[in-house]
């Protein structure tokens, strides 16, 4: 097969796997089902149209998988209107990022046993429910019970399954067709459960909800002189350290050692990966609340985005001069990968953050009307 093709294949799954997630916040089940089956058949794909070695690939597809992840609890920020819901999906991302990032660092497969993936299969059942209903539907008792059983019955089989057995189902099926009745069964149990935590909700309204609402509130509405918000209360301006910046620290930091892990080439240390992150969110943080101040709005989160990225990057390609005059060096290609999703993880939460803020103000003060 003609080396080009194989390449242009290669290509075709990388990008497929960097846009797709895009798609997550506007589309959730669809795009979150898709980059499943992306994630699932990528390395199948290669195998059967190039001849290329996946030794390097297999780095990439970890970050890939990250990458995917937090692209999809950004877009809890912006869609979720339960908010208990949102608040234990926080929890279950979480707890699962920093899981992964104590098995980058110290390769101890347990830990993938011990934090698992719970996050992915509770953002899908929620979803799923939103098809047909309103997900405020969903009580506290029943979000926790659904978490609970993914946790136990789903994921912890699986995170057994592939990370400490690392049994290959096809070939487990293949060595023994028989155990394809063992996994149509435990297929059934799972999907008699599923209807089991759905039996009591209300009837299903017509239709199919796909898409996600989003609003985007006025800042000079009356809503806005009740929020606080980094970018629309003068008070809040004030307060250098808030919980948006750290969240913003601890989400992009743990995710940018989690990236220096598994991609080659990275010569800086944890520590000093964590640091140079913070710093750059620190100033992208004030520099759009200071943009703010002065009555600059973003048209769009592409203008945000693009306008971040050129300062970023300059800030990267300043230092990597004034560093090679010291000779010293940096990795500019894998910098500049770092930067890239850096500033798209920033500029996603800062304007979904905002959404989730507002949507927490409104359902408080409907409360309190009530």
């Not at 097969?1 to 669809?30: E, G």
């Not at 719970?118 to 969903?138: A, G, M, N, Q, S």
Request: hydrophobic residues 50%.
């Amino acid at each position: 097969m003609p080396d080009t093709l194989a390449m242009l294949v290669s290509w075709a799954v990388v990008i497929l796997r960097f846009v797709i997630p895009l798609f997550i916040p506007r589309y959730p089940l669809p795009a979150v089902i898709a980059s499943m089956i992306l994630d699932t058949v990528d390395q199948t794909i290669f195998q059967q149209f190039t001849s290329l070695p996946l030794e390097g690939y297999q780095e990439y597809d970890k970050a890939l998988d990250i990458y995917y992840l937090a692209i999809t609890y950004l877009s809890t920020l912006r869609n979720w209107s339960n908010l208990f819901a949102f608040k234990l999906s926080r929890f279950l991302f979480y707890y699962r990022l920093i899981g992964v990032t104590l098995f980058e660092i110290t390769q101890l497969r347990e830990l993938l046993l011990i934090f698992p993936n719970t996050f992915e299969y509770f953002f899908i059942f929620y979803e799923f429910v939103r098809l047909k209903w309103d997900p405020k539907v969903l009580t506290k008792d029943k979000l926790i019970t659904t978490a609970a059983f993914i946790w136990i019955f789903v994921k912890l089989p699986q995170e057994y399954w592939i990370h400490i057995a690392r049994i290959d189902t096809t070939d487990w099926i293949k060595d023994n067709p028989l155990n394809l009745i063992i996994v149509i069964g435990w297929a059934a149990i799972l999907i008699f459960l599923a209807w089991w935590l759905l039996r009591d909700l209300p009837p299903m309204r017509s239709g199919l909800t796909v898409a996600a609402s989003y609003r985007n509130f006025p800042f000079d509405g009356s809503l806005a002189k009740k929020v606080i918000d980094n970018y629309t209360s003068k008070k809040f301006f004030d307060n250098f350290i808030n919980y948006e910046l750290i969240e913003k620290i601890l989400l992009v930091s743990l995710l940018s050692i989690i990236f220096a892990q598994v991609l080659p080439d990275v010569r800086a240390s944890n520590f000093q990966v964590a640091i140079g992150v913070s710093l750059l969110i620190i100033i992208n943080t004030e520099l759009s609340q200071w943009l703010s101040r002065r009555g600059a709005q973003w048209r769009s989160i592409i203008q945000e985005f693009i306008v971040m990225s050129i300062v970023n990057f300059g800030i990267v390609l300043m230092f990597h001069v004034l560093i090679a005059r010291y000779e010293g060096s940096i990795n500019l290609f894998g910098t500049l990968f770092f930067v890239f999703l850096l500033t798209l993880n920033v500029t996603l939460y800062d304007k979904y953050r905002r959404s989730q803020i507002w949507s927490q103000a409104e359902s408080a003060i409907f409360a309190g009307q009530k």
